[in-house]
């Protein structure tokens, strides 16, 4: 089944400790992106990748990291998390930025304390 | 930059019956591509229907279709026989070709009354 595997799917963490949230996609997409989803904002990017090697920041980079090593992963990084980071993230990919529209992972749920 | 608006935060339809969203853009651009997605309970985003700008024709899937008015920038999504599985936020999104993002409005919740 094509799809897009995010996890963990709900994360409970402490300031300023360092987490990981992982994607991977089966699909062979080359584009792959992050956002994040806050009440009466919608969704805003954080970081997208165009292949392997390749990333840019998106429309909230702040206090993210991202890294693609190999074409199915994007994981997001938070160095030192802070409760501002508290959301509901979503990995996307598609064969292209626009056109196709995304295929969304599950989202993770992460409360920062 | 390019904004997206949905100006019903929440909307409701009898079950069976026809309920319309609506969604507005600002762009300057000509060639771009227009989506509706769903977010049911599970949150998991569902691609509902997408529109490619230079087509006149309203895209349909089903019970979905879109009223896309280019000059006005709109694009409304007209849900037939409302289910109650359609009950879910419904986010409108805006991309440029060859952009590297999509753009969300902040969604409309619909309630499916049984």
């Known amino acids: 089944e094509a799809q897009v595997t995010q996890n963990p799917r709900y994360l409970i963490t402490v300031t300023g400790k360092k987490l990981t949230v992982t994607c991977s996609q089966n699909?062979?997409?080359?584009?792959m992106s992050w956002y994040r989803q806050d009440p009466g904002l919608g969704l805003r990017q954080i970081y997208y990748?165009?292949?392997?090697?390749?990333?840019d920041k998106g429309d909230v980079p702040e206090g993210y990291k991202v890294s693609r090593k190999e074409k199915r992963n994007f994981p997001l990084i938070l160095e030192s998390p802070s409760p501002n980071q508290t959301s509901l993230y979503f990995c996307?990919?598609?064969?292209?930025?626009?056109?196709?529209?995304?295929?969304f992972g599950s989202g993770t749920r992460l409360t920062v304390v | 930059a390019q904004t997206v608006t949905q100006s019903q935060p929440e909307m409701s339809v009898q079950e069976a019956e026809t309920v319309t969203l609506s969604c507005t853009y600002d762009t300057s651009e000509s060639d771009y591509y227009l989506f509706w997605y769903k977010q049911p309970p599970s949150r998991q985003m569902i691609l509902v229907i997408r529109?490619?700008?230079?087509?006149?024709q309203n895209a349909t899937e089903n019970r979905f279709s879109v009223n896309f008015q280019k000059a006005a920038k709109s694009f409304s999504l007209k849900i037939s026989d409302s289910q109650l599985g359609d009950a879910a936020m419904y986010f409108c999104a805006y991309g440029r070709t060859g952009a590297n993002n999509l753009f969300f409005g902040t969604g409309t919740r619909l309630t499916v009354i049984p």
């Open positions: 529109q490619e700008a230079y087509k006149q």
């Open positions: 699909m062979n997409h080359e584009y």
């Open positions: 990748s165009m292949n392997v090697e390749v990333t």
């Open positions: 996307a990919s598609s064969p292209t930025p626009v056109g196709y529209g995304y295929t």
